[in-house]
Every structure is written in structure tokens, then in C-alpha cells.
């Protein structure tokens, strides 16, 4: 089919014409309020955004089509430093940025306007709502658009804020937040709001142990302060240049890049002198706690970019330690290149220190000696030293050797350990990230200390178990996260709700030199679609838009003439706003990416639970997985897949959206494949040709039974399309109605259907159920067909009449046929002609009395055998009977009795004879049919394997 963009824009423009896309109150009619999670403005979508996109889309257009008002609006999420990192790369002339805009349809002479993070927030939301949005068709409603940046958005956010406030949900104290240098903390988290690079990065906590060398440390981070007592010496790496700091009164030597980290946490460093790794090899220090002199020694996996970039060595009880310390035993000559001697490396002896069970006196060696490791830098050492360290966690006790905390669990010993050595002064904590993370200005994160952070505490219990009460009510799709939703709740701590720096974004409403963070400000936000068509059509200013005007339009507070006097709106736009926020909330549906389980969607719950009353809570989650490149999430900042514009050009809107629709379930990652997308363009194509050929044929045909068949069974798909999208299966639904209808079509043509009537009937609700999925196809065929109107804008038929016998009679040939055609592979044989038997007439009598009890709830296998035998005509089969009664008895057990009921009443004899020459034609063969009373020809005694519903067959 060609021409598809024109087609589009033209079903497009009649949509627009016809205000398809306006929500508005309905007095009678059921609402339905979906939503996608908005993008952030970052860059161009690709083709994997928009599946999630279209679900929602195609959702919204199902529900308007069976009768409900439906309310899909969309916005934007430009809070952070997205915008102001692409304005900074444009104002710097950054030619690979530029060279992707313009390849993306950004215009030369708009290039100027995008030093202005503003105005790259203004043009990213055109070519959203325009390039993308608009051109697949979708119904949202764009008068409601808003984005997190705009002044009316933010007094919205303000408002969410103070109700938080007025909760106590909101609290203060010291923080370590990864950090920016330039932007400030960020928010690392899986959805890369903030960052370009590490979206699952943690801050850990190192406890930083000070070995002693006269007046000044050496210090090494750890993870395993309770370990302390099995030291045995120190490492550092040999090519790393190190430096020394002042940290207070006390000199420290760390890696250069620790430094810089100590100086965003600690107050008072100061960097002094660099000193060279391979200088301090063969030093003794004295190890905290512990008190004793130990060696240092060189260790090229010390790595300067982790903790402090030194090490301490508990090779009992570490791996690599372990594995480290005897490869520098038997190498000699990297003994002899740094100066250490024999006795000095033999007097480095493990020490046993935890009990763990199921490990002998030194766990980390019997994980080595299992795996095989023998070598250092082997990659399996990290799975075995996270293996020790797991269990020596869990289930490890501290041994006599370690004093005061002997007995300990290790677990407990921890904390304390730590505590004392910090209490004496021999360590202090440090925090880390897990994982490198780079900002999307470019520059690496760092943790840094916050005295004065700000939260929102959803580690509140009573919030959280309100929240996970409610959870159990909603709908949650995919179930898993229904089921986890509530685990996650429990998980979700206090989180960093502002910061400070360079970003856009809404100003706190408690301290105004904070700006609130990216998740923080997109929870509450489904609400606010009702209230910015108000603010977009200039009934209502930022100014206007304060505590008591949000607080009358969401709860009803306040006399409404007070408010009106106070803000300066007029009573009749307060109450409309009123009475939308009561008709359209709760949102019914949000729908987003898998990313947003852990981040966005538990806030979005704890929101709405801890601000809004009962009758306000959302109804649902849906949460879509992702359109990957070959091996990992495709990201619209780092470049992406296919671009939309040319995936539209190449395939058709209409292509795209049945490849989302019905590529795999929502629940699982798609590969992108071109291959993939061009056989929904050719299922199209097919679609389309074979609905002309009907619509152009000279059908004027009789009535037959294939019509019954026809008109039943799309009646049949339209029942359990709307099953289906109980659960907003489209993937069902297309499969109905892009496969299975296509091929019932094929069919009727196959069995010499030909009614007008039938294929206007039949068109009627096949069409309809395309325009979810597929509207623009969908319109164009309904409008061949001659129907009035905007499909888009009807409701689908309810499911007429169906005819179980009908389609029961044409699945019977289509077995019949199946049935051959595996004979005919088997025996690779292509036969001239085709003997068809029948059951005789007492099996089906038996399984007739067999169904009979079946429905009075006695069926076993006596009680039918001695039924059978008081019939006189059945005692002549004697002992066939009783063999066939355990059949039809198994038959039945696992049947259902309405299907079997067609197969004892439908004549097979008659409906073969009737099939004799389509069968003809369809076999390539001469065909002949008997009922086996009386088989006539049967050289191969077939007919005793005809049993009903599945006639004996014979070839030759």
C-alpha cells in the first residue's frame, strides 16, 4: 500500500477537525484516565520510546471505543541539567552534537536559539509533540500539555511540597550525595535522569583504617572493618603515583584521586607532596587495632580510583589477597626488584579469624581451591570474594583471636569494631561510589558532603504500610510487580529531595536556595493535567495559583468566593477546575518503563497516598520493558537506534504500532530488527489487499453454512479481543485480529463464500477492532467500505451471535485435511484418491450416554459400560464397547461437555459428502466418503478406526 504518509496526515487532520482528542466532563459516561510517564528533554526519542508511548495511545483509543470518556494527555520532564548541557554543547560549537541535530531535522538557523536552555526545552517539545507524538496518531489531549519547568508546573510542585511539609514527611540532615562540579548533586538511579554513566551505581561506606609509619598514615579503605584482626600487611600499587594530605593535624598518604574526594567530605585537607607507589614498598606501618608492625608490599589491583587507593591484606579471608600474597612468594624476581627479602615474605602468615560453616580456617583459600583460581587478576576472583563475603556475613562468628569481640556474630562485630577504632581515632568513614558515574554535562560524579539536605521520609512506616494497602486494590501489570511492589515500598528509604547548583527546575518552597530534584517533582504531576489546560488557555496565572487556591480546586477547602477574592480567578474557572479534578481523578493508569519499578513509580504511590484521600488514589501501573539495541538499552542522549522520522518514512506509522503492539509481550526486551518491522508492513499489506479484492468482487452469492461460520466467528474474536483488554493484552488482541481474522477471511474465500452481506457484516467488526492498534488503516478501509463516519470515533459492535456447530463443522474439515496431509508426509506419498470413514453409529451412541451422565454427574466407567449393555443394539459390540467406554470416559474427563456435544450431534456423513469437492480441489485428490455401517470399499479394514470427530482415512 502506497502513499502511506498522506493517508496519514489526511485521517490526522479529520481527527483534529473533529476534536477527537478533547477530554471533557460527560455527565453518565465512565471516564478513563491513562497516562505515559513523560520523557525527559534530553535529546531525540527513537523508535524504542514509542512503544510504550503507543500502548497508552492504543489503550485510550480501545477504552473511547467501548463507551468510555477518555482522558490521555502528555507533557514533558525537562528538571535537571539535560537541557543545559545540550545548550552548553551548542554554545561551545561541539560539531558531533551539532552534526546530530541537524542529521535529526534541527534546522541551521535554529542552532542560534540553542544556547538558550530554555529554548531547547521549547524546541525538543515541539518536535516531541509534532515529530512524534501527532504524527502516530495519537489522541492526547494537547491542550493539557505541560512541562516540569514551566512557572505554573513549578507553583503546583511548591504546593505538593507544603502538603508533604504539613505531613511531616519532610526532614533534614547530613548526606552524602553524589555530585557534580558543575551541575551540583544528582540523582543516580536507574532511570539516568541526571547522568549519562552509571545508572546503577550506590554510595557505599568505607571505614578509612590509618596504619601508622612515624608521623605520618598510610590509609586503606575497607568494606570489612570486622576483619581487622587477621592483617598482615599492606599493599600498594608500585605504578601509581600517590600524595600526602593534611587532614587536621595529621599528615595521610592516599591516592591523588581519593584527595580530591576527601576534599568534598572532610573538612580541613589539604594537599601537600606526591610520593611515588614503588617508594613506599618494603615500609613497615603499624595496622589499627590490632597494634602490630606489618609489611608493605606491591599490588598492581590496588586501584587509585577506589576508596583511598590502598589496600589492607587479610589474606584469610580474601581472595585476592590471599591469591596475591603466594604469587609474590614464588616470584623472586619481582621479590628481588623491589628489595624484599625471603624471611620478610615468610613472615607473612594468614591469620584465621571468622568461623564460618562449611569452610575450613582460611574460607578465602578454600573458595580459590574450589573454583581453581591460582593466578591473581583471575575474573572469577570477584565472585569468590563476594561468595566469602556473604557468608562470613551470615553465618561467621568471630574466633578467640579477636579478643574482646570473640563469639561475635560477624555482623554485629562489625558495627562495633568500626565504632571502637573510630572512637581512638584510628579510622574514620569514607564514602564511594559503587560504580564510575559521569554527569550529562560530561564530568565524573563525586560523593560530597551535605550538612543540610533535605528529604522526603518514605521510610515512614505508617505511609508505607497505607501505601502497600492500597497497592493490593489496584490493577499492576506485569503481575510480578503486583506482587513486589510491596517488598520495593519497604526497600524505598528517605530520599534527596533537592539540591543545590546549576539546574532547571522548581525552587523549594521551605528554602528557596534549594531546587527540587528530577523524581521528586514527577509524581504528583497526572494531577496537575486537569488544572494546566487553565493555565495554557490564560484563565489562571502562577500568580493566582497558591496553597488556598489548590487546596479548594483538589479538596474542596475553603468558601470559593474567599478563594476567587484572593487569588484573582474568577468563581466560575474555579469551579470548572473543581469539577474536572472530580470527575477525571483518580488517574487510571499509569503506564511506563521498566526502570521506573524501583524510582519514579514508588514515589508516584507514596505521594498520592500521603497528599491525597482515598478517593483520589491511582488505580493502575502498567510498566512496559524495552525496544534494545544488539546488546543493551537504546539511549536517545548516547545517540540511540533508528530515528522516528526515518522509521515513519521506511515503514508506515501504522507499521510501527502493530510491531509494538504485537512483537512480544509488553513484559519482555525486543531486539530492534528492520527484518522484524518489514513483515508487519507486508501483514498490513495483506490486510489491505485482500479487504479490497472483497470490496471490489462481484459477491453476490448465497447464503451457506461458511457464512453462519464467518459472522460467528469474527463475533467470536470480538469477544475475546474485549476479554483480552480486561488485562490490556494487545498482543492478544493483534494476534486476533491481524492473524486469526485474516486467515478466517482467507478461508471463507476457500470454502466458496461470497455474500455481500456477510462480508459487509463481517467487515463491521473487523475494522472496528483494527482502529485501537492501527487507526489510520483502519480508517482508510472503513472508509472504502462505504460506513459512515470516523471509525475512530464508533464504538465497537457488541459480539452478535455465534454458532459453536457452524465453526465446530469447519474446524471438523480443516482436522480432516490436517490429518491427511500428515499421512501424506509420512509416507511421502501423493495419492490419486482419498477414502473417508465415519464413526459408526453405536460409538457415538456411546459417547451420547457417556455425555448424558456426565452432565448428571455419574460417569465412571461401570456405571457406562452397564448402561451400554442394557441397550440392545450396543450389547452386539460386546467387547468393542467395553474398550471404547474407557476412551470416551478419558475423552470426556478431559473435554469440555458443550464442545463434545457437537461432535455426537453433527453429521459427519453429510457435512464430508457436502465438502466433497472443495476437498477435491484442496488435496489434489478424487475423494469418497462412507459412514462405517456400511464402508463399502475398505481393502485395509480402515473404517474400525473411525471414531467421532475423527473420521479413518484411506489413501492410494
Not at 510542585?157 to 548526606?175: A, E, R, S, T, V
Not at 493502575?620 to 525496544?627: A, L, M, T
Amino acid at each position: 500500500m502506497s502513499g502511506y504518509s498522506e493517508m496519514e496526515k489526511k485521517w490526522q487532520a479529520k481527527w483534529s477537525e473533529k476534536g477527537l482528542f478533547r477530554a471533557e466532563r460527560i455527565a453518565g459516561r465512565p471516564k478513563f484516565m491513562i497516562i505515559f510517564a513523560y520523557p525527559g528533554v534530553t535529546g531525540f526519542l527513537h523508535v524504542g520510546h514509542l512503544r510504550g508511548y503507543t500502548y497508552a495511545d492504543a489503550i485510550g483509543r480501545y477504552k473511547r471505543m467501548t463507551g468510555y470518556n477518555v482522558m490521555f494527555p502528555v507533557g514533558t520532564h525537562a528538571t535537571g541539567n539535560g537541557a543545559i548541557t545540550l545548550a552548553s554543547r551548542v554554545a561551545n560549537k561541539d560539531k558531533d552534537f551539532i552534526d546530530y541535530l541537524l542529521r535529526n531535522g534541527c534546522p541551521q538557523e535554529k542552532l542560534e536559539d540553542l544556547k538558550d536552555p530554555m529554548k531547547v526545552v521549547d524546541y525538543f517539545n515541539g518536535v516531541y509533540i509534532n515529530g512524534y507524538w501527532k504524527r502516530f496518531g495519537f489522541l492526547a489531549d494537547w491542550r493539557r500539555f505541560t512541562c516540569s519547568v514551566y512557572p505554573d508546573y513549578s507553583k503546583f510542585m511548591q504546593w505538593q511540597f507544603i502538603k508533604l511539609n504539613d505531613q511531616g514527611l519532610l526532614i533534614q540532615k547530613p548526606y552524602y550525595s553524589p555530585t557534580c562540579p558543575i551541575h551540583g548533586p544528582v540523582a543516580v538511579d536507574a532511570s539516568e535522569t541526571d547522568i549519562s554513566k552509571g545508572g546503577n551505581a550506590e554510595v557505599q561506606e568505607y571505614t578509612l583504617l590509618k596504619f601508622r609509619r612515624g608521623s605520618e598514615y598510610l590509609v586503606a579503605a575497607t568494606l570489612r572493618p570486622e576483619t581487622v584482626y587477621g592483617q598482615v600487611c599492606f599493599w600498594v600499587n608500585p605504578d601509581v603515583e600517590y600524595t600526602r594530605i593534611k587532614k587536621g593535624d595529621e599528615t595521610w598518604i592516599v591516592s591523588k584521586e581519593a584527595a580530591e574526594k576527601l576534599k568534598l567530605q572532610k573538612d580541613g585537607i589539604t594537599v601537600l607532596s606526591p610520593i611515588h607507589g614503588r617508594e613506599m614498598i618494603g615500609w613497615k606501618c603499624e595496622a589499627p587495632m590490632i597494634h602490630k608492625e606489618v609489611p608493605v608490599l606491591p599490588a598492581s589491583f590496588s586501584d587509585p580510583n577506589v576508596g583511598s587507593g590502598l589496600v589492607t591484606s587479610v589474606p584469610s579471608d580474601a581472595p585476592d589477597d590471599w591469591v596475591s600474597l603466594d604469587a609474590l612468594k614464588k616470584d623472586a624476581a619481582l621479590a628481588e626488584r623491589y628489595g624484599l627479602s625471603a624471611s620478610l615474605l615468610d613472615s607473612v602468615v594468614p591469620v584465621s579469624i571468622i568461623s564460618i560453616e562449611g569452610y575450613g580456617e582460611f574460607p578465602a583459600k578454600d573458595a580459590i581451591d574450589q573454583m581453581g583460581i591460582t593466578q591473581p587478576g583471575d575474573p572469577r576472583l570477584d565472585e569468590a570474594k563476594k561468595q566469602v563475603y556473604k557468608d562470613g556475613y551470615h553465618m561467621g562468628r568471630m574466633k578467640e583471636i579477636c579478643g574482646p569481640f570473640a563469639g561475635m556474630k560477624v555482623e554485629e562485630a562489625k558495627e562495633k569494631m568500626k565504632q571502637v577504632m573510630i572512637d581512638s581515632g584510628e579510622a574514620e568513614v569514607f564514602h564511594d561510589l559503587t560504580e564510575e558515574v559521569v554527569c550529562r554535562c560530561g564530568m565524573t560524579v563525586r560523593v560530597k558532603r551535605i550538612d543540610d539536605q533535605w528529604f522526603i521520609d518514605y521510610a515512614n512506616e505508617d505511609l508505607t504500610e497505607r501505601t502497600s494497602e492500597h497497592c493490593k486494590d489496584m490493577e499492576i501489570y506485569p503481575p510480578e510487580f503486583y506482587n513486589n511492589v510491596h517488598a520495593t515500598l519497604r526497600w524505598f528509604r528517605e530520599r534527596a529531595c533537592v539540591r543545590q547548583g546549576n539546574w532547571l527546575g522548581t525552587r523549594f518552597p521551605l528554602d528557596n536556595k534549594w531546587i527540587i530534584e528530577a523524581i521528586s517533582d514527577s509524581s504528583l504531576y497526572p494531577l496537575y493535567y486537569l488544572i494546566s489546560i487553565y493555565a495554557n488557555e490564560g484563565k489562571i496565572t502562577p500568580d493566582g495559583m497558591t496553597e488556598e487556591f489548590f487546596d479548594h480546586v483538589v479538596f474542596g477547602k475553603g468558601n470559593i468566593r474567599t478563594v476567587s477574592e484572593n487569588t484573582g480567578i474568577p468563581e466560575d474557572v474555579l469551579k470548572e477546575i473543581r469539577e474536572d479534578v472530580r470527575y477525571w481523578y483518580p488517574l487510571d493508569f499509569n503506564l511506563g518503563g521498566k526502570e521506573h519499578m524501583t524510582v519514579h513509580f514508588p514515589a508516584f504511590l507514596f505521594n498520592h497516598r500521603a497528599i491525597l484521600p482515598d478517593d483520589m488514589q491511582p488505580r493502575g501501573i502498567i510498566v512496559n520493558w524495552y525496544i534494545t539495541g544488539k546488546k543493551s538499552k537504546i539511549s536517545k542522549s548516547k545517540g540511540g537506534a533508528q530515528p522516528i522520522p526515518g522509521a515513519v518514512e521506511q515503514f508506515g506509522v501504522d507499521t510501527l504500532r502493530l510491531y509494538y503492539a504485537h512483537v512480544a509481550s509488553m513484559f519482555v526486551d525486543v531486539e530492534w530488527s528492520e527484518e522484524t518491522v518489514m513483515t508487519y508492513r507486508q501483514r498490513l499489506e495483506r490486510i489491505v489487499g485482500t479487504i479490497d479484492e472483497l470490496l471490489s468482487s462481484d459477491a453476490g452469492g448465497e447464503k451457506k453454512e461458511i457464512d453462519e461460520w464467518l459472522i460467528s466467528r469474527a463475533n467470536g474474536h470480538s469477544q475475546s479481543i474485549r476479554s483480552a483488554m480486561e488485562k490490556y493484552d494487545l498482543r492478544q488482541m493483534a494476534t486476533a485480529v491481524y492473524f486469526e481474522m485474516l486467515n478466517d477471511i482467507k478461508w471463507y474465500g476457500r470454502r466458496g463464500g461470497n455474500n455481500r452481506d456477510t462480508i459487509t457484516n463481517a467487515m463491521r467488526v473487523w475494522i472496528p477492532l483494527m482502529a485501537p492498534i492501527t487507526p489510520h488503516i483502519a480508517e482508510e478501509l472503513w472508509s472504502r467500505a462505504g460506513f459512515e463516519g470516523l471509525v475512530s470515533s464508533a464504538q465497537l459492535p457488541d459480539p452478535g451471535r455465534m454458532s459453536a456447530s457452524a465453526e465446530y463443522g469447519e474446524e471438523f474439515i480443516r482436522g480432516v485435511m490436517s490429518d491427511v496431509s500428515q499421512i501424506k508426509k509420512v509416507t511421502g506419498t501423493e495419492p490419486e484418491r482419498l477414502f473417508l470413514y465415519t464413526s459408526p453409529s453405536w460409538r457415538r451412541d456411546v459417547m451420547r450416554m457417556g455425555l448424558d451422565m456426565m452432565n448428571d454427574g455419574r460417569l465412571d466407567i461401570p456405571s457406562l459400560t452397564k448402561r451400554c449393555m442394557e441397550d440392545e443394539n450396543l450389547r452386539k459390540n460386546g467387547k468393542a464397547v467395553s474398550e471404547y467406554v474407557k476412551k470416551v470416559v478419558t475423552d470426556l474427563t478431559r473435554s469440555s461437555p458443550g464442545s463434545m456435544r457437537y461432535v455426537v450431534d453433527t453429521d459427519e456423513y453429510a457435512l464430508l459428502s457436502s465438502a466433497k469437492d472443495f476437498l477435491k480441489e484442496e488435496l489434489n485428490a478424487e475423494v469418497e466418503v462412507f459412514s462405517s455401517d456400511n464402508a463399502g470399499y475398505d481393502p485395509q479394514n480402515k473404517s474400525k478406526a473411525a471414531v467421532p470427530g475423527r473420521p479413518a482415512i484411506y489413501l492410494e
